[in-house]
């Protein structure tokens, strides 16, 4: 059939292709941000926290060290329950006959993803640090979550694909 | 239009330029070239042919030759190694032609996802960033990013128009030089070398050597002819040639502004055939011109398969249909260009392959409010009306009009029109074209599982080879091989860095890895040459 029209798609994952994209993004891009942004999230006085300046002393160490510390964890927990995520998401995108995973799907699990990090932060599941910050100053945490997410979504969605001009025909793998 | 076959396209049917005298008598095929396979150089030097040696020659000259150009030239390759020869003055001349006349001017808007863009390797920035960019005002720079952002969700598919991927690859032309690849001319066929390497033999549009041929020596061939040829659906084909009715009956892809102007001038009833995107866009041509002219056109929509629900083989794999219409965002399901279902695809062959095809073929079109709202109102009002069944024959009937005979459930049916349009849009076979018959009878190409070229996973052309060169081949005459998704321009992408990749295996051109591709993306972006 004729369709001199017809064009194409932009990446619609495999399962390798999620994970795989999952892991890199998050730590890659994820890492670098979460080491910018980290001294700049607002610590207010509140809980065991007294005091609004990163570089003060905290139990012994600087503030912001135990500010990357939680900021870390909670990466590493957000990487590792992504990659389970992701399991979740294939499994549905199977039920969508273009094979694809809409942008907009990719945009709102933030609020499922996020709810659940909260959730299992705040028990504890990312160490004792992490649990402070997310129980204690949630608005650092809401920050760092939500920043990095968009970081990461904004580079998946388009400059990734200048370092691997492949990966759009690969389903989102990268190897 | 005349009694082809084939629809005349600028560029493809183009018989009447090859066989016109260039002026020059010498120079020219002689029958001992004809017919043999493999050409020595003293063969083509005793024929007075002169040879212009370049290493990489693409035939066409259209989308294929230019995406093909444009990442050979990211991958370090300099102007003076490729030759793009082909008919037409632009790479975009076949294209906007069949775009326009089956009703997409350069303002209205392709069926193409906003990340495929042949101007662009890396489809980043996508056309709706860059459609964003350019728009005046907060509300025009928030709509394509808000559009890409919910599709398919909240919206339809965001699309370019057609102007933009226009102007975007004049710009890309000529950063990389593509005047100084392009030579204007018709290529009759490609043969092996003896030694290695092909002979492509070319009618050049402005004769500069005094002879009628020249012969361009190449290690590697690449032949992106687009579409064989387009055909009418044989009754009315049949039709047109028993009565000599070339203006009642026309088909989408050529020129038939004149069923429009007089359905406005007095009230009329038109048959439209076919379920595809080429159908939707002809109904709300009508439908506009009732709108905003004032016309009276009562449209019969026939539909050979009428499509009422969801369907498909499993729940896993069933598309949206309703009213007579498969919905689909674009021509293949969307992880068929690099997803699930391009991996499924590469693994299946003969039988297997050709069912896959089958499952996500079949005729669709997009899902757009616009039409979907338009035929509602048709149908409440009585003047869109939709019948289902195989066409017997169209004979004339009274009063000018022409009379199409179905076969129905509830028997043979008449329907009485002043205009048949077809929006079937069937290709022609492969052979139509010049190029692939002789590649066919002289070289060693065969055909896949669907009848078109036989191409491997890196679209090199089976059975081909002239160690060390080959041919490769993209576009349409490749479907039903490894990759479905060829007749478009992500899959002419993804086709063009798989030639890319394997040009760059034989250390022909560099590998666009990590590092050349940051480096050439700036250099794009900067609008410097690669």
């Not at chain 2, 020595?40 to 989308?63: L, N, R, Y």
């Amino acid at each position: 059939m004729v369709a001199p029209d017809a064009g194409g798609a932009a990446v619609t994952p495999t399962l390798f292709g999620r994970i795989q994209t999952r892991i890199f993004v998050l730590i890659v891009i994820g890492g670098l941000w979460t080491l910018v942004i980290t001294p700049f999230l607002p610590i207010l006085p509140n809980g065991g926290f007294d005091a609004g300046l990163v570089f003060t002393e905290f139990s012994g160490d600087r503030l912001v060290d135990f500010v990357y510390e939680a900021a870390f964890s909670i990466l590493l927990g957000v990487t590792i329950l992504g990659v389970l995520w992701e399991l979740l998401y294939h499994l549905l995108q199977q039920f969508r006959w273009e094979k694809d995973w809409p942008t907009f799907f990719g945009a709102i699990t933030i609020v499922n993803e996020g709810l659940l990090v909260w959730l299992l932060g705040r028990y504890g599941v990312f160490g004792s640090d992490a649990e402070a910050v997310i129980n204690d100053q949630p608005l650092a945490f809401w920050l760092l979550f939500t920043s990095t997410w968009v970081v990461t979504f904004l580079f998946v969605n388009g400059p990734i694909r200048i370092l691997s001009p492949r990966y759009r025909f690969r389903g989102g793998r990268l190897i | 239009m005349s009694v082809n076959e084939t629809i005349t396209l600028p560029g493809v049917g183009r018989q009447l330029i090859d066989d016109q005298p260039s002026g020059a008598t010498q120079g020219d095929l002689t029958d001992a070239l004809i017919g043999t396979d493999v050409w020595s150089d003293q063969m083509v030097a005793e024929a007075g042919i002169p040879v212009v040696d370049v290493p990489f020659v693409t035939v066409g000259g259209g989308i294929g030759s230019f995406i093909m150009a444009d990442f050979l030239r990211v991958a370090g390759l300099p102007t003076s190694s490729i030759k793009a020869l082909g008919a037409n003055p632009e790479p975009w001349t076949t294209y906007e032609y069949l775009t326009r006349v089956s009703q997409i001017p350069r303002q209205e808007r392709l069926r193409s996802d906003s990340g495929s863009c042949p101007d662009n390797l890396w489809g980043f920035p996508a056309y709706s960033i860059r459609e964003a960019w350019e728009a005046k005002g907060l509300t025009k720079k928030l709509d394509p990013l808000w559009n890409v952002l919910t599709e398919p969700i909240l919206t339809d598919y965001y699309t370019p128009r057609a102007g933009q991927v226009f102007n975007a690859m004049e710009k890309e032309a000529r950063r990389i030089g593509w005047s100084e690849m392009h030579v204007q001319g018709l290529v009759r066929m490609t043969r092996r070398r003896t030694g290695g390497g092909y002979f492509t033999i070319f009618t050049p549009e402005v004769n500069t050597t005094g002879t009628k041929r020249v012969a361009y020596r190449s290690t590697y061939v690449h032949l992106a002819i687009g579409y064989p040829g387009l055909r009418f659906l044989d009754d009315l084909q049949a039709y047109r040639q028993t009565y000599e009715d070339y203006t009642r009956v026309a088909n989408a892809y050529e020129p038939h502004e004149h069923v429009y102007d007089e359905l406005r001038r007095k009230p009329g009833t038109v048959v439209v055939r076919g379920g595809g995107i080429v159908a939707s866009r002809v109904l709300q041509r009508l439908i506009d011109d009732r709108d905003n002219h004032g016309a009276q056109t009562q449209i019969i929509h026939l539909f050979r398969t009428y499509v009422d629900s969801s369907h498909g083989p499993s729940p896993f794999m069933r598309r949206k249909g309703k009213d007579g219409w498969a919905y689909q965002g674009f021509n293949w399901p969307k992880g068929a260009w690099g997803g699930q279902l391009k991996f499924r695809l590469e693994k299946l062959e003969g039988d297997q392959r050709k069912a896959l095809y089958q499952t996500m073929g079949g005729t669709n079109t997009p899902h757009r409010k616009l039409w979907l709202k338009q035929l509602a109102r048709g149908r409440a009002e009585g003047w869109y009306q939709t019948e289902i069944g195989e066409v017997a024959e169209v004979v004339p009937g009274e009063g000018g009009t022409v009379v199409t005979r179905i076969n129905t459930a509830r028997g043979q049916l008449e329907i009485p029109a002043n205009h048949v349009v077809d929006c079937t849009g069937l290709e022609a076979d492969i052979r139509e074209h010049r190029v692939l018959a002789d590649l066919m009878d002289h070289s060693g190409a065969g055909r896949n599982v669907m009848g078109r070229l036989d191409v491997e996973k890196t679209f090199q052309v089976r059975g081909t080879d002239a160690a060390p060169g080959r041919i490769y081949a993209v576009g349409s005459a490749t479907l039903g091989g490894y990759y479905c998704g060829v007749d478009s321009f992500l899959g002419l992408q993804y086709a063009c860095l798989q030639v890319a990749d394997d040009l760059a295996r034989q250390r022909f051109v560099k590998r666009i890895g990590p590092g050349r591709s940051l480096r050439q993306w700036w250099r794009r972006m900067r609008g410097a040459q690669p």
